[in-house]
């Protein structure tokens, strides 16, 4: 299958930094690309989808100038999370699809963040 | 909105014996794919089987099998002699018009 890479897997960040993580296609391009959240033993929560060369689109309650996404190319999507505090504390994890339709979709590593 | 259910939060099964996950699902759309997807503890998705909406004829895959009722909106997942490594999260997924949309899973665990 496709490989998305996802990096750091995982980050400590001091509250009140900000924190990147890449997501990244390997073997094909991708237009759009997913963000998802995940807290212990539960599901995978969309975010926000990343358009290249858009506007990310966020979920209702996701905060657009607290989790920055960047989808700079068609092989590269960024989140950051700008001023960190303890609750943002999660697992992150990006997905993105090979083609333009609803085929499956293959995720990244996903990414634990820590913010003391 | 598409909603997935998956009603058993927890199931175990004793290795080399059978286990059925169950999922049901809700939508509007006629043209759609049904995924599920297992999360073991390094908590990589990882795709375990994939049926698109108008094939008839049930996905296989290895021991990895599903039941697909249309009608019924339902989506089981079967794995065959169970092995300690399919101890992991399992999530059904739908994808249609939406991104994917997950169900809340079921943490099936393989005992020896």
């Known amino acids: 299958g496709a490989v998305v890479s996802q990096h750091p897997s995982w980050v400590i960040c001091k509250s009140g930094t900000s924190v990147k993580i890449e997501c990244r296609s390997l073997?094909?391009?991708?237009?759009?690309m997913f963000w998802y959240r995940q807290f212990p033993k539960q599901s995978l929560m969309l975010m926000a989808t990343s358009n290249e060369g858009s506007k990310a689109t966020y979920e209702q309650g996701v905060e657009k100038d607290k989790f920055l996404i960047n989808h700079a190319s068609l092989t590269l999507s960024t989140l950051t999370v700008t001023s960190a505090h303890p609750e943002d504390s999660s697992f992150y994890i990006c997905s993105a699809r090979p083609g333009q339709g609803r085929e499956e979709a293959f995720f990244g590593q996903g990414t634990r963040l820590t913010v003391v | 909105a598409q909603t997935v259910t998956q009603s058993q939060p927890e199931m175990s099964v004793q290795e080399a014996e059978t286990v059925t996950l169950s999922c049901t699902y809700d939508?509007?759309?006629?043209?759609?794919?049904l995924f599920w997807y297992k999360q073991p503890p390094s908590r990589q998705m990882i795709l375990v089987i994939r049926q698109e909406a108008y094939k008839q004829q049930n996905a296989t895959e290895n021991r990895f099998s599903v039941n697909f009722q249309k009608a019924a909106k339902s989506f089981s997942l079967k794995i065959s002699d169970s092995q300690l490594g399919d101890t992991a999260m399992y999530f059904c997924?739908?994808?249609?018009?939406?991104?994917?949309?997950f169900g809340k899973g079921t943490r099936l665990s393989v005992i020896a």
């Open positions: 073997d094909f391009q991708a237009t759009t």
């Open positions: 997924a739908f994808s249609g018009n939406t991104p994917l949309v």
């Open positions: 939508t509007s759309e006629s043209n759609y794919y």
